[in-house]
């Protein structure tokens, strides 16, 4: 439903917050709106400088950001713990380490962080350098993560991404030369014109890197992108279903061969320590608060977004109200369908107990038909195999809703 009024929002969150136990880990997803370009792929919540005009500067935002942080430890109670921070966007990496250690302080002056705390920033190669890494890791930053896509010249132009091909490589080894022990590079595969060769170049040039985190997702045709425009003008031609899953083997095969292992569809890791904590607490439907323009928020079965436009989050923060756009309270049977949804594409697996009778007798199924196992204690958990990991999304639509 819509929050009707600036009452309503703290009366439904406030609600939420209130009744969490306080030793409860909480994660924080901190949103920076601002791109020097926009790609073609991209349907985020993003601006460039034109885009904005005068209406919204970095420094505008994090007077809004700040506002923001001291009304969500307000509601929280700034004794409970944040064990994750992820800065996103957008292009973060635009604040420079100075900018993103401001933002990290800001953080720090309204909650306590846990000792060992996961701090992530993702980053544009190109906007990247030793220094910067240098001063993320004085500032506390503990994760850096890539945005690659390929190592190919013309799937990067035909992604509309400006950076070099050769770039985000030397990007992850200046972060592991700075110090950092995780860093994960972005890939994207299935772009009109990529061939099978052209991901093994992407793969090898990862595998020339010492990064423990690699995420790879097939690309996406999002309505209202440049991309889809050409598409559908028939300047590119769609992505294509049965190379999308064969390059999904391939990256799989590669990955797995050099020591990684899947512990989501689309992401693997080489150690349990190198997973993204901050992730699986979306996965697991864990306590965040998404802190900036359009960002989404968690908290004890209640979810919330912001105000999109960087202008409209900060007025409202700045009139003493939260930037809040709308809002819904989940019902029980809204947490089951997101908890199947999710923890099926996980390592980790389905627990049994979660399933009705009719869901795990269609879950039964798929175990026939080889696509998931029984994993643990007499079957405790169903996990998709490699066969069910390309049809993950079938799964988990036919377990829940009969075909």
């Known amino acids: ?230 598409i559908r003008r028939g300047e590119l031609p769609a992505p294509d279903d049965d190379v999308l899953a064969d390059r999904y083997r391939i990256l799989d095969d590669r990955l797995r061969a050099d020591g990684f292992d899947w512990y989501e569809v689309s992401n693997w890791a080489r150690t349990t320590p190198g997973e993204c904590r901050h992730n699986l607490a979306y996965w697991y439907s864990h306590d965040w608060w998404g802190i900036g323009p359009g960002a989404h928020s968690h908290v004890n079965g209640v979810r919330w977004w912001n105000l999109k436009h960087p202008a409209r989050y900060a007025d409202s923060l700045a009139a003493e109200q939260l930037p809040i756009a709308g809002h819904e309270m989940l019902t029980e049977e809204d947490r089951h369908l997101e908890s199947v949804m999710l923890t099926a594409r996980c390592r980790s697996g389905l627990a049994v107990e979660e399933l009705s009778p009719e869901e795990y007798r269609r879950a039964a199924e798929f175990v026939a038909d080889g696509l998931l196992e029984h994993v643990g204690s007499v079957g405790a958990r169903l996990v998709l195999t490699d066969s069910g990991r390309l049809l993950a999304d079938r799964v988990v639509r036919e377990i829940l809703v009969a075909s």
Do not use: K
Request: glycine fraction near 10%; proline fraction near 5%; charged fraction near 20%.
């Open 1 to 230: 439903m819509q929050v009707d009024s600036e009452v309503d929002v703290y009366g439904v969150v406030g609600d939420a917050c209130g009744a969490v136990d306080p030793a409860t880990p909480l994660g924080l997803y901190l949103h920076v709106p601002f791109c020097a370009t926009r790609c073609g792929y991209c349907d985020f919540n993003t601006y460039t400088a034109g885009e904005l005009g005068s209406s919204s500067s970095p420094e505008s935002w994090q007077e809004a950001v700040d506002r923001e942080l001291r009304s969500a430890a307000r509601l929280l109670n700034p004794s409970r713990p944040v064990s994750t921070v992820f800065v996103g966007g957008g292009t973060p990496s635009l604040l420079g380490a100075d900018g993103l250690g401001r933002l990290l302080q800001s953080v720090r002056d309204n909650f306590d962080l846990t000792d060992d705390a996961e701090v992530t920033t993702e980053s544009n190669p190109e906007s990247t350098s030793p220094e910067f890494f240098d001063g993320l890791l004085r500032a506390g930053f503990t994760r850096i993560s890539l945005g690659m896509q390929s190592a190919a010249p013309h799937v990067l132009a035909t992604l509309d991404r400006t950076h070099t091909p050769g770039r985000a490589v030397a990007a992850a080894r200046e972060a592991t030369a700075a110090g950092f022990a995780h860093v994960n590079l972005d890939l994207i595969y299935g772009t009109p014109g990529e061939t099978d060769e052209d991901l093994h170049a992407s793969v090898d040039a990862v595998l020339s890197t010492s990064v423990d985190h690699v995420s790879a997702y097939a690309l996406i045709v999002e309505d209202g992108t440049a991309l889809a425009r050409r």
